[in-house]
C-alpha cells in the first residue's frame, strides 16, 4: 500500500471549514483514497473514501487532485464533537486498511 | 451498514494468563481483522480472520501468541496468549462486507496486563 503523510496536528474555530491535507505521491492506479477519525476511546468511524473523483456526503467532501498524489477532507462546518484523530488511507478495495499517525483536529469554540 | 459487538469492552488480566475477545456482526461479511492499538499509538493490523482457513498474519504477530478462529461469516475470536504488560492494548475487530465496501469497526477491548 501507498504509504501516506499528513500534519501531526491541526486546529480550528467551530463552525469554520476543516480542511485536512494528505500526500500519497506513490498511490497506484487502482488504489482509493479512504478517510476515517477516531474519537478518543471509540473504533475508527468511516468519513468517506474516492477513486479519481471529488466525493461528498452527509458528513465530509474529498477532493483528489488530477494527478491523485494528494487530497483533502473538507468538513464544512466543524463541531467541537469533531474533534479527533483523522487518518488518510490509500488502499486497494478488499483489503485491510494500513493506520498511519493520522492528524490530531482539535476544534476550539 | 455493519453492527459489530465486541465483547469484553475491557478486561484487567494477570501476566502469563490468557483471554479469548469475541467479536460478532449482524450480517454475513467476507473479510473480518484484527487491530492492535497501543497507548498514544496508531492501529496496527494483526491478521485476516478467513472463514473455514487459518488467519492470515502479518509481520511480527504469530500464531502461538494471537490465536484466532472464524468458524462462520459473522463471528470471529482473537486470543491473547501468555499474556505480559507489553499487550496492554485496544483491541478491534474491522469487518468488509463486500469489494470496495468500507470497513466498519467495533468499539475496541481494553486490554490491561498487570
Known amino acids: 500500500d501507498a504509504k501516506t503523510t499528513q500534519p501531526t496536528s491541526m486546529d480550528c474555530a467551530e463552525g469554520r471549514a476543516a480542511n485536512l491535507p494528505c500526500n500519497h505521491s506513490?498511490?497506484?492506479?487502482?488504489?482509493?483514497v479512504y478517510w476515517y477519525r477516531q474519537i478518543h476511546s471509540q473504533g475508527p468511524q468511516y468519513i468517506i473514501h474516492?477513486?479519481?473523483n471529488n466525493e461528498t456526503n452527509e458528513m465530509a467532501s474529498l477532493i483528489i487532485t488530477e494527478d491523485r498524489k494528494s487530497s483533502t477532507l473538507i468538513l464544512p462546518h466543524a463541531t467541537l464533537r469533531d474533534t479527533a484523530v483523522y487518518y488518510c488511507?490509500?488502499?486497494?478495495?478488499?483489503?485491510?486498511?494500513?493506520f498511519g499517525k493520522g492528524t490530531s483536529l482539535l476544534v476550539t469554540p | 451498514s455493519a453492527v459489530i459487538s465486541q465483547k469484553p469492552s475491557r478486561d484487567i488480566c494477570q501476566r502469563g494468563t490468557s483471554l479469548t475477545i469475541q467479536c460478532q456482526v449482524d450480517?454475513?461479511?467476507?473479510?473480518m481483522f484484527w487491530y492492535r492499538q497501543q497507548p498514544g499509538q496508531s492501529l496496527t493490523l494483526i491478521a485476516t480472520?478467513?472463514?473455514?482457513?487459518?488467519?492470515?498474519?502479518e509481520s511480527g504477530f504469530v500464531i502461538d501468541k494471537f490465536p484466532i478462529s472464524r468458524p462462520n461469516l459473522t463471528f470471529s475470536t482473537l486470543t491473547v496468549s501468555n499474556m505480559s504488560p507489553e499487550d496492554s492494548s485496544i483491541y478491534l475487530c474491522?469487518?468488509?462486507?463486500?469489494?470496495?465496501?468500507?470497513?466498519?469497526f467495533g468499539s475496541g477491548t481494553q486490554l490491561s496486563v498487570l
Open positions: 488511507i490509500v488502499a486497494n478495495s478488499g483489503y485491510a486498511l494500513n
Open positions: 506513490t498511490i497506484s492506479g487502482n488504489e482509493y
Open positions: 480472520a478467513n472463514q473455514g482457513s487459518e488467519a492470515t498474519y
Open positions: 474491522s469487518v468488509q462486507g463486500a469489494a470496495n465496501e468500507k470497513l466498519f
Open positions: 474516492g477513486l479519481k
Open positions: 450480517s454475513q461479511v467476507t473479510m
